[in-house]
């Protein structure tokens, strides 16, 4: 269909939670289909401000929590003419994690949940939001996390948490059908199987201009 716009898919989830892997197998299937398709990683290190959030994570500076808060949202700022831009011409964009670690893994260091949903306001809003869930025992079967800040089991334990209110907020906004959750205690194909049926709807249907985030 020549004029059918693209769809922007967002994938969420604690570290270790399999996403990357899964956004990886999601890109190549869509391209193996023949759609054009487009990953786009959040937090972008590829920029100016990307470097500062690089540095940031990596224990390499330190910045106080509002001020990396906002940069992260305006590393998304930075990228959202082209998500724009894209969908509207037929690409399928999918996002790494987006807006809703932001607010997560802010709010689980103990800022507001208000303060840290305010910046992105007005962002493109994600056709559907495909958060995978990890029970704990799978989670500790998978091993130490990195070395990354943020990367320890009581940081992530308060970021699951703040995520079931990002659920709730998402869908009190803008509707069940943006948020979605799949188990991803099973295998990579099993997983990956999961993923592919739930987002058919997204990718299939001819849809609306791309909505704002949080309005
Ligand atoms: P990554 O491991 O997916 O590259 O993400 C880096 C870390 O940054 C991860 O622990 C989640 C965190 N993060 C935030 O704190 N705020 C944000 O807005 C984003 C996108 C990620
Ligand atoms: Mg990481």
């Given at each position: 269909?020549?004029?059918?716009?693209?769809?922007?898919?967002?994938?969420?989830?604690?570290?270790?939670?399999?996403?990357?892997?899964?956004?990886?197998?999601?890109?190549?299937?869509?391209?193996?289909?023949?759609?054009?398709?487009?990953?786009?990683?959040?937090?972008?290190?590829?920029?100016?401000?990307?470097?500062?959030?690089?540095?940031?994570?990596?224990?390499?500076?330190?910045?106080?929590?509002?001020?990396?808060?906002?940069?992260?949202?305006?590393?998304?700022?930075?990228?959202?003419?082209?998500?724009?831009?894209?969908?509207?011409?037929?690409?399928?964009?999918?996002?790494?994690?987006?807006?809703f670690?932001?607010?997560?893994?802010?709010?689980?260091?103990?800022?507001?949940?208000?303060?840290?949903?305010?910046?992105?306001?007005?962002?493109?809003?994600?056709?559907?939001t495909?958060?995978?869930?990890?029970?704990?025992?799978?989670?500790?079967?998978?091993?130490?996390?990195?070395?990354?800040?943020?990367?320890?089991?009581?940081?992530?334990?308060?970021?699951?948490?703040?995520?079931?209110?990002v659920a709730e907020e998402t869908r009190r906004r803008h509707?069940?059908?943006r948020w979605?959750?799949?188990?991803?205690?099973?295998?990579?194909?099993?997983?990956?199987?999961?993923?592919?049926?739930?987002?058919?709807?997204?990718?299939?249907?001819?849809?609306?201009?791309?909505?704002?985030?949080?309005?």
């Open positions: 269909m020549a004029n059918q716009r693209g769809a922007f898919i967002v994938f969420e989830g604690l570290d270790r939670s399999g996403k990357s892997t899964q956004v990886g197998a999601l890109v190549a299937r869509l391209q193996r289909e023949g759609r054009k398709v487009r990953l786009q990683k959040f937090p972008d290190r590829t920029t100016r401000i990307g470097g500062m959030i690089d540095a940031y994570l990596q224990s390499k500076s330190e910045l106080d929590d509002h001020s990396i808060h906002l940069l992260f949202s305006a590393n998304r700022w930075e990228c959202a003419n082209a998500i724009e831009r894209d969908v509207s011409s037929g690409t399928i964009v999918i996002a790494d994690r987006y807006a670690s932001g607010i997560a893994f802010s709010a689980a260091k103990g800022l507001s949940f208000q303060y840290c949903l305010n910046p992105d306001t007005g962002l493109p809003l994600p056709d559907r495909v958060y995978l869930t990890l029970s704990p025992e799978v989670a500790a079967s998978r091993g130490a996390y990195g070395e990354e800040r943020y990367e320890t089991l009581e940081m992530q334990k308060r970021v699951r948490e703040q995520f079931t209110l509707g069940d059908d979605a959750e799949i188990n991803a205690d099973g295998t990579v194909e099993e997983v990956e199987a999961l993923i592919w049926e739930n987002i058919q709807p997204v990718i299939m249907e001819p849809l609306q201009c791309l909505g704002k985030l949080w309005t």
